[in-house]
């Protein structure tokens, strides 16, 4: 092939395009740009094919060197052809893509890289039907069985609970793992509350067992496992009681408080004087800690005496802050001592002075109060600086000096009981908490050098009133105003009181044993025998290793559960 044969080629191909071009055939056009491109760079190519081709045969670098100088030359020739052949053919192609938008280029591009879309499209086409696949197959994050998931309520009927946990199959709980909560818990579901759940089963093709009451019981072992860290105390109330201890709910679970770590058992006590302090807890609520958590075992252990010194502490201060002078609480008798009561008033302790027991004369608390006794007291005095709290319960008695003028009036005659004997006279108890004076000038019409010699404490004697002050709660009393004739009358009216009080006596204790039927003898004896029985199995339980007795505790509570 010479030069000129290719120009003449090359040149006629131009026409060709601009006559396509001039007839306005927007298509013919742009084959005109492509056939020129292909002939600037396709023919080089072909060339440089035919030159690897011809590489193995003779000569073939040389017509290789010719081949590519010939495409080259043509091309030069070509652009900077004369009389615009060229510029005319890219001027239609411009106003084609002008006029249609660009449909020409997009062609184009589709020519060049059609086939890659092609391989693109199919293998995105084929991803998409895999992965369809799968998810119809398989949940998306599958849940197994132990799993804690969080759903949402959808329905609730006598079938049980459906929640939506966001997977392909929605979850079911069942009526019986509902049966499980508290009425309370139960009654509070309500459609869209978020709930947590204990995966149970996934065998089901349209749904997945599940459980709140495990998943609440889960939840509870885990605050139990922090609050062991912790050291947090925790108050909860005594729902129950066996031979170890005492049984708290601690959420959806049981705790256990061995008789050890409850602080009203002391030492030296009997296993009945433990099971009699226990009973008398139930439905108390007391400050705890946890110090044993084992899930395997269902193990949950806590103390009392651990969380009872700091939780005494921080309610004490507590209170002492709330508490005004003038206030009315209720408490219970904690402790007695000679000078006084003390009670609890809900983790703080406040002490009653014996004058402050009762408007009458009080020898020993004991004889108004008990310990364990409920009891309403009247806030007397706080000390927030020392943290101590006076109070008293005789000002929420009536007080019998506000009777006393309309009860009683002077030279009226009198009963009362010596109560003190001093240098001056005898103080005299009329009723309780009213006492009046019997001054040494009026025990009697001669001297009387000592009152000892007359009277004595705890005597009852007849007497006058000679001077009632109600305002300073005074009264003055007198025995030698009192004549002989009254005395003896009075005295008849005891004598015959006391006849009656004894025969009383004697028909209450008529009925003795004999007098029982054998059914009861009987019963009685069995009764006498248990007894027996059941004191010798104490004194053995008094050796029980405290962890055995834990265990044994802890079995029990399973039983009942």
Request: no cysteine.
């Amino acid at each position: 092939m010479n030069i000129s044969t290719e120009k003449k080629e090359a040149n006629d191909q131009v026409i060709e395009g601009g006559e396509v071009s001039e007839s306005g055939e927007a298509d013919q056009g742009v084959e005109a740009v492509e056939s020129v491109e292909v002939s600037k760079g396709g023919e080089a190519a072909q060339g440089v094919e035919a030159a690897q081709g011809d590489g193995s045969s003779k000569g073939g670098e040389a017509a290789q060197a010719v081949e590519a100088a010939q495409v080259v030359e043509a091309a030069q020739d070509i652009e900077v052809a004369e009389g615009g052949e060229a510029a005319q053919v890219v001027e239609a192609v411009e106003s084609v893509e002008v006029s249609e938008g660009g449909e020409a280029a997009q062609d184009v591009e589709v020519a060049e890289g059609g086939e890659a879309a092609q391989e693109v499209e199919a293998a995105e086409d084929e991803g998409i039907e895999d992965l369809a696949k799968l998810l119809d197959e398989h949940d998306y994050d599958t849940p197994s069985v132990g799993d804690i998931r969080t759903g949402i309520i959808v329905s609730i009927s006598s079938q049980g609970v459906i929640v939506d946990l966001g997977l392909k199959r929605d979850g079911q709980i069942p009526p019986s793992d509902l049966d499980e909560l508290e009425d309370e818990e139960r009654e509070a579901l309500e459609l869209n509350d978020e709930v947590p759940v204990y995966i149970l089963d996934t065998g089901h093709p349209d749904r997945l067992l599940v459980s709140i009451h495990k998943a609440r019981l889960n939840q509870d072992w885990i605050r139990a496992e922090e609050m062991l860290d912790s050291g947090d105390i925790i108050e909860a109330p005594v729902i129950g009681y066996n031979r170890g201890g005492v049984i708290v709910p601690f959420g959806n679970l049981r705790g256990f408080v061995p008789a050890s770590h409850l602080v009203e058992l002391r030492r030296g006590m009997d296993d009945r004087q433990r099971q009699q302090a226990m009973s008398k807890l139930r439905n108390e609520t007391i400050p705890m800690r946890v110090i044993e958590v084992n899930r395997r075992r269902r193990r949950l252990v806590l103390s009392q005496r651990d969380a009872q010194k700091e939780w005494q502490e921080a309610r004490k201060v507590e209170l002492i802050d709330k508490l005004e002078t003038g206030d009315v609480v209720k408490g219970r008798v904690s402790g007695l001592r000679s000078f006084g009561a003390f009670v609890d008033l809900g983790g703080a302790d406040g002490l009653i002075h014996i004058s402050e027991l009762a408007w009458h004369r009080v020898n020993h608390p004991r004889e108004v109060v008990r310990v364990g006794d409920d009891i309403e007291v009247y806030v007397l005095g706080l000390d927030r600086e020392d943290q101590r709290i006076a109070l008293s319960r005789k000002r929420m008695l009536p007080n019998p000096w506000s009777l006393a003028e309309e009860k009683y009036d002077i030279n009226q005659l009198i009963e009362g009981r010596v109560t003190r004997i001093v240098t001056y006279g005898a103080f005299v108890e009329i009723e309780p908490g009213i006492e009046g004076l019997l001054h040494i000038s009026q025990l009697s019409r001669d001297n009387v050098e000592d009152v000892n010699e007359l009277i004595s404490e705890g005597e009852i004697h007849l007497l006058r009133i000679i001077s009632l002050d109600t305002t300073r709660q005074r009264i003055g009393l007198s025995l030698k105003s009192v004549s002989a004739g009254e005395q003896i009358e009075w005295m008849s009216q005891r004598e015959a009181l006391q006849a009656e009080e004894v025969d009383e006596v004697e028909a209450d204790e008529l009925v003795t044993e004999d007098d029982l039927a054998p059914e009861e003898s009987l019963a009685e004896e069995e009764h006498l025998e248990g007894e027996e029985s059941e004191e010798i199995e104490l004194v053995e339980s008094d050796v029980v290793d405290v962890a055995a007795a834990v265990d044994q505790a802890l079995a029990e509570m399973d039983e009942e559960e």
